[in-house]
C-alpha cells in the first residue's frame, strides 16, 4: 500500500475525552448487571448491560455507574475518576474485588473500567454518527486507523491501519474498534476523494488473518472484543439472554430482576 497522508489528528487522547451526545446517550441507556466474573456477558450483550465484575449490589452498582457517566460527560481525568471510585469502594465497605489490596491493582483495575467504558462509549456514539444517512451518501466508505499514541502497538492493528471497505462490509461486523483491552484505534468515514488525496485504496475485500484457536475471535482480536459496540444498543435485554450473550446464575438472575423491575417501575 501506498504511503498514508491521513491529516493531522491534533492531540488524540484530548479529543478522544470530549464528550458528545450521541457517547452520552448510548452509556445512560445501559441497565446495571450484577456480575461475578468479567465474562459472564459476552460481546454486544455489552451495549446494554453496565456490569463491574465482582459487583453485585444494586446501589454499589448504581454509584460506580454514576462515576463512570460523570467520567464520559465531563471528560474528567483518570484520576479524579480513580478518586471517586475509591470513595465509593470505602462507602460500600466493598472488598475483595480484583486488585483488591494494592496500589498497583487499584490502579490497574480502575485504569480498565475508566478505558474501557470510555472507549466503547465513544466508539459505538461515533457509530451512529457514521450511520447518518446524509453521512453516508457522501462519505460511502470506511478506514481503519490505527492510534500512533499507544506505546505497545499491536501489530496486526498496525497492519489494518489505512484498509478502506465500503461501510457495511462485513468484515467491520468483528473489527469495528475498539479491538482488545486499551486499543485506541478507530474508524473515520471518507469520500471517494478523501481516499485519493490520503493515498487509500478502496478494497473490495481485507486480508484474511484468520481465527485465534483459543478466543474463537479473529486473529488479532482480544476475546470478547469481536462486535460493532452501539449496533445493538436499541435491543432489549432479553434479546442478548436469548442470544446466550448473558449467563446468569440463579443468583444473579434473581438480582437483576428484582433491579430492572425496579428501575422499570
Not at 498514508?4 to 478522544?16: E, H, L, S, Y
Request: neutral net charge; charged residues 20%; proline residues 6%.
Amino acid at each position: 500500500m501506498a504511503a498514508i497522508n491521513f491529516p493531522p489528528q491534533g492531540d488524540a487522547k484530548a479529543v478522544a475525552r470530549l464528550p458528545f451526545q450521541e457517547q452520552i446517550d448510548f452509556f445512560m441507556g445501559k441497565l446495571a448487571l450484577p456480575t461475578e466474573r468479567w465474562d459472564d456477558i459476552q460481546t454486544a450483550a455489552h451495549d446494554r448491560a453496565w456490569v463491574v465484575a465482582g459487583a453485585q449490589a444494586a446501589d454499589l452498582l448504581q454509584d460506580l455507574a454514576d462515576a463512570v457517566a460523570k467520567a464520559i460527560a465531563q471528560g474528567t481525568t483518570l484520576e479524579q475518576f480513580r478518586k471517586d471510585f475509591d470513595s465509593i469502594v470505602g462507602r460500600h465497605g466493598w472488598s475483595g474485588w480484583t486488585g483488591d489490596g494494592t496500589k498497583e491493582g487499584r490502579d490497574w483495575r480502575t485504569r480498565v473500567i475508566y478505558q474501557t467504558n470510555l472507549n466503547t462509549s465513544y466508539s459505538a456514539g461515533r457509530l451512529k454518527q457514521l450511520l447518518d444517512p446524509d453521512l453516508l451518501k457522501v462519505k460511502p466508505f470506511w478506514t481503519y486507523r490505527h492510534r500512533d499514541s499507544v506505546l505497545h502497538p499491536r501489530p496486526l492493528h498496525v497492519s489494518w491501519n489505512g484498509i478502506t471497505l465500503p461501510a457495511n462490509h462485513p468484515w467491520f461486523q468483528t473489527h469495528y474498534t475498539p479491538n482488545g483491552w486499551g486499543c485506541q484505534c478507530y474508524i473515520v468515514a471518507v469520500s471517494i476523494n478523501d481516499a485519493k488525496a490520503w493515498g487509500l485504496r478502496i478494497l473490495d475485500n481485507p486480508p484474511d488473518d484468520g481465527i485465534d484457536p483459543r478466543t474463537g475471535a479473529p486473529m488479532g482480536i482480544d476475546k470478547g472484543w469481536d462486535y460493532m459496540p452501539g449496533a445493538r444498543a436499541k435491543d432489549e435485554l432479553q434479546a442478548f439472554v436469548d442470544d446466550k450473550l448473558i449467563r446468569l446464575s440463579p443468583q444473579i438472575g434473581a438480582a437483576l430482576a428484582a433491579h430492572a423491575a425496579s428501575v422499570l417501575q
